[in-house]
């Protein structure tokens, strides 16, 4: 099993699992054209996609979906208050189908796990996706950890966690004050703090990679994202990957 990220922050989400001869990427917030050379710089084409899963309906995770699957006949999965959101976008999309959070299926040789989440969308989910041993958990746009989102992380074997802003940095930012509010709130997005906090409740002893993702261009860098997670974990601040908005990040084998 093996992931990879064609690019992670406001501007454009994507990342690939891969098992196999099966692939399923995980959103898709960037343009029709731009998707097909993020997809070439990891060596694949549109057609090695098996399926689209759909984490909610904001633009910078949803925004592509419709134009690229569409033009490649790719399966796009969504849960229903997400589809109830966006369905009609999706009406030139040959293959749809709804789900409901928290519900488990299949993509060919790849188990699909959804969660419910805290965020300002109809019905938000995240995904652990596993190849039956291994497991890899995606955690971006969520406002605040649960009891219930950290037992779906504990025991994976590789995490891409949101690090959204620096909580000094947002405060002090020039973001307007309901903006920050937002971000800030428990249906917002997680600060490196409470992204660090996360990791040191949930079981990391089968842990082999730990990226940080979804980085605010403006409220946080990469060096603030990795010091949290890398005390949190009690390793070097170089052993934490960061999803780059411009370049993602390579393939991760777990």
Not at 161 to 181: F, I, R
Not at 221 to 241: N, V, Y
Request: proline residues 4%; hydrophobic residues 45%; charged residues 20%.
């Amino acid at each position: 099993m093996r992931f990879a990220s064609l690019g992670s922050g406001s501007e454009g989400n994507a990342l690939v699992a891969e098992v196999g001869a099966s692939r399923v990427m995980i959103d898709c917030g960037f343009g029709l054209r731009e998707t097909v050379l993020r997809l070439a710089r990891l060596g694949l084409e549109p057609s090695d996609l098996s399926a689209i899963l759909v984490t909610h309906e904001h633009a910078d995770h949803i925004g592509g979906v419709a134009p690229f699957a569409a033009r490649y006949d790719i399966p796009v999965w969504l849960t229903f208050g997400t589809l109830d959101m966006a369905g009609e976008m999706l009406m030139d999309v040959p293959r749809v189908y709804g789900f409901d959070a928290d519900d488990v299926f299949a993509v060919g040789a790849i188990q699909v796990h959804s969660f419910t989440v805290p965020h300002d969308a109809r019905e938000p989910v995240q995904f652990v996706v596993s190849d039956g041993a291994q497991r890899l958990g995606v955690l971006t746009d969520i406002g605040m950890s649960t009891p219930y989102v950290e037992a779906r992380l504990s025991g994976c074997d590789a995490l891409v966690l949101e690090c959204n802003h620096d909580e000094t940095m947002l405060a002090s930012g020039s973001y307007p004050y309901p903006l920050k509010q937002r971000i800030a709130s428990r249906f917002g997005h997680l600060c490196n703090d409470a992204t660090a906090k996360l990791l040191s409740a949930i079981d990391g002893t089968r842990l082999k990679h730990v990226v940080a993702a979804h980085l605010s261009q403006q409220n946080n860098t990469p060096e603030l994202a990795r010091s949290a997670l890398a005390a949190a974990l009690g390793c070097a601040p170089e052993w934490i990957g960061v999803a780059d908005q411009a370049l993602g990040f390579e393939w991760r084998e777990i």
